[in-house]
């Protein structure tokens, strides 16, 4: 099980990287629980300064732009 | 879009250098031809070329692809600039710098540094953490989004370089001035609590080791993000401007948006607020004013205010600016845009 979460204030790139990452998690079976972290306050107290940012268990994997299909394949691979 | 992003890489990732010099040539080869196909184009069409409406067909059909085309080769070119420098990489290089040079080089590096409005309090916040003075932060905020390349393509394909490199420079002088008044007035309090009562963190210089193949691929990203998005607005900006350039008489702007109307300056700027058509919509529409007789400075200002003052960003800002601190950012940006227009429509005009 992996915990994601995807900072962003609700703009398309953000939208689309959480169904991007919806989407490979299925694609290659992976556990995921993926929480949309949506308030300013929390985005910039987690210290993404651009949107969307992604973190995974913790740790700030992305920032800004929507990410490639082979980054978030990347990150859901890695222990 | 879903295959092509998990095939095996496409060739500009394999031969990068081939592919630049195959994109630029065939870039240049098209922007030769924009003349002689616009103005067959219109020849075949059944109008005539000297009625209105031929005149409008001729502006529409030759700026049209002529603005897109500029664009997309500008927005291919800062994506790849920009693939040097991370918001991180800024806030390292603005952290603890003094006043005066650190908002000179703030308001550059505004302009280089990838930069969307969505993320503007993320980014003021993660400046002012790391100890980046609130001043030069405004530099940053200020010259970001105003000075941005589909501005600058722009104003290139639609008005010529020296009023391009004039928006730049006046842009870049505008954040440079305005964030230095604001550090000078001391409004640090006049940040909202939670932001200020986040712990202070130390910036760390990253490292951004890319390869040439991983630039051109961001620089791509941008064009089709960026020109992906703003197309329809160019396309509508283009065709009012193309409905001015062919119907309304010449001159007629002059009477209310001329250099002699001296109120029209501070009109502009107030129009310009809560409009938010990006640069995109309006500056086609604004070279068509000003072939009609409008001044140039008004213009500029009106665009600038467009651009810089917008009413969207305003409220995303609020989230973390007082109210107090708000109103010292537009009252500055606003008088440091009105001083471009009046030293355009007289001392230079």
Redesign the interface.
Known sequence: MKEVQVLGTGCANCRTTVRMIEEVAQERGVDIELQKVERIEDIAAAGVMRTPGVIVDGRIVHAGGIPTREAIAQWLKAA | M?DL??APRRWPQRWPVGFLVVAVTLWWLAYQSLVPLSEALVGWLPVVRESHLGDALAFFLYDTPKVLLLLTGVVFVMGIVNSYF???RT?ALLAGRAEGAGNVLAAGLGVVT?F?S??A???F??FVQAGVPLGITFSFLIAAPMVNEVALALLFALFGWRVALLYLALGLAVAVVAGWVIGRLKMERYLED??RQ?RA?SPQRQAASLTLAERIESGL?SVR?IVGRVWPYILAGIAIGAGIHGYVPADFMASFMGREVWWAVPLAVVLGVPMYTNAAGVIPVVEALLAKGAALGTVLAFMMSVIALSLPELV?LR??LKLRLIATFVGVVAVGILGVGYVFNFALG
Do not use: F
Request: glycine residues 8%; charged residues 15%; contains cysteine.
């Open positions: 879903s992003a998990l991370t918001p991180e806030r990838p969307c969505c993320s309090v993320p980014l916040i993660g939670w932001g986040l963190v990203a993000e995303i989230k973390v």
